[in-house]
Nanobody, 123 residues
Framework: QVQLVESGGGLVQPGGSLRLSCAAS????????IGWFRQAPGKEREGVSY?????SYADSVKGRFTVSRDNAKSTVYLQMSSLKPEDTAVYYC???????????????????WGQGTQVTVSS
């Protein structure tokens, strides 16, 4: 059984930090690339970050978010700093085994998705 489980979300004040975790089971994590996405109420799902042999970020989070992985723990992290109210959303991680390089990372078809974790940035 393959599972991706996000954790680490919560309520944080503007300017604060959170670290999200995406724990994988049923797969060998180092064989997969991981994308982070978010969806705010009434808005479409948005690509946030991606990690393969390098890292990619949406312009809206560059310089504030950092994605990393610990294959020994089968976990990918999203460190979020200088949080803004517009970062409020449900955050999802997704895994892909065979990325299609003709597609952008935020548009490709992922093999597995987590259920999401809520991040709320508010004073």
């Amino acid at each position: 059984q393959v599972q991706l489980v996000e954790s680490g979300g919560g309520l944080v004040q503007p300017g604060g930090s959170l670290r999200l975790s995406c724990a994988a089971s049923g797969i060998i994590l180092n064989y997969y690339n991981i994308g982070w996405f978010r969806q705010a109420p009434g808005k479409e799902r948005e690509g946030v970050s991606y990690i393969d042999r390098s890292t990619s970020y949406a312009d809206s989070v560059k310089g504030r978010f950092t994605v990393s992985r610990d294959n020994a723990k089968s976990t990918v992290y999203l460190q979020m700093s200088s949080l803004k109210p517009e970062d409020t959303a449900v955050y999802y991680c997704a895994a892909v085994l065979l990325p299609k390089y003709g597609d952008n990372w935020y548009e490709m078809e992922y093999d597995f998705w987590g259920q999401g974790t809520q991040v709320t940035v508010s004073s």
